[in-house]
């Protein structure tokens, strides 16, 4: 059974810090690009970050470079986002994604919702 479980969203103040993980299984792991997304509230969901199968490339929305940094960890299957500078706009849910295009396969996960607020 395929799972990505997504954790550590929460309330932050503006200026703050916080690292969201995403744990995988039930699928080949290390072979899937790994990505996160944001929603927030009355708005489209959008790629926030993503980091190939290996790790040796990651690519970044304009509105978190510089700030957020996107990492995966093949040998424990999981993929991290850490989150410094958060700005208000920040406020979102966050989901764990992974594709495999050759495939045409893409999971998600439930997702965690992120708070920036003083």
Do not use: H
């Amino acid at each position: 059974q395929v799972q990505l479980v997504e954790s550590g969203g929460g309330l932050v103040q503006p200026g703050g810090s916080l690292r969201l993980s995403c744990a995988a299984s039930g699928f080949f792991f290390s072979r899937y690009v790994m990505s996160w997304y944001r929603q927030a509230p009355g708005k489209e969901r959008e790629l926030v970050a993503s980091i190939t199968s290996g790790g040796g490339s990651t690519n970044y929305a304009d509105s978190v470079k510089g700030r957020f940094t996107i990492s995966r960890d093949n040998a424990k299957n999981t993929v991290s986002l850490q989150m410094n500078s958060l700005k208000s706009e920040d406020t979102a849910v966050y989901y764990c994604n992974a594709v495999r295009e050759v495939l045409g396969i893409n999971y998600w996960g439930q997702g965690t919702p992120v708070t920036v607020s003083s």
